[in-house]
């Protein structure tokens, strides 16, 4: 079981910055992928950015250039660093994680912090 829990979200104006936080706890363990998607009203939840165990990553095609994911493994957080914020990426972000136990993949998700970009 892991438990991810985001922070870091809020109100800001457009071409703002915000970081936000995504602390693992229970059994992080063989984590293979970690991530962050997000979700905006009457919309399908899509892909903000993915790192991968081998340190790759990708972002999702609307962000790229403006944010960048990064990981601490000694405080087992990621982060997502998001800069030059306009409207369109207001939306509930949440967390995710994927660890393989066994030959088995289990995938987990944090509760979402909502990000508002507007004037």
């Known amino acids: 079981q892991v438990q991810l829990v985001e922070s870091g979200g809020g109100l800001v104006q457009p071409g703002g910055s915000l970081r936000l936080s995504c602390v693992a706890s229970?059994?992080?363990?063989?984590?293979?992928?970690m991530g962050w998607h997000r979700q905006a009203p009457g919309k399908q939840r899509e892909l903000v950015a993915d790192?991968?165990?081998?340190?790759?990553?990708v972002y999702g095609d609307s962000v790229k250039g403006r944010f960048t994911i990064s990981r601490d493994h000694a405080l087992n957080t990621m982060y997502l660093q998001m800069n030059s914020l306009k409207p369109e990426d207001t939306a509930v972000y949440y967390c995710?994680?994927?660890?393989?136990?066994?030959?088995?993949?289990?995938?987990?998700w944090g509760q979402g912090t909502q990000v508002t970009v507007s004037s």
């Open positions: 229970g059994s992080p363990f063989n984590i293979d992928a």
């Open positions: 790192i991968f165990a081998d340190g790759n990553r």
């Open positions: 995710v994680v994927r660890r393989i136990v066994r030959g088995l993949s289990d995938t987990y």
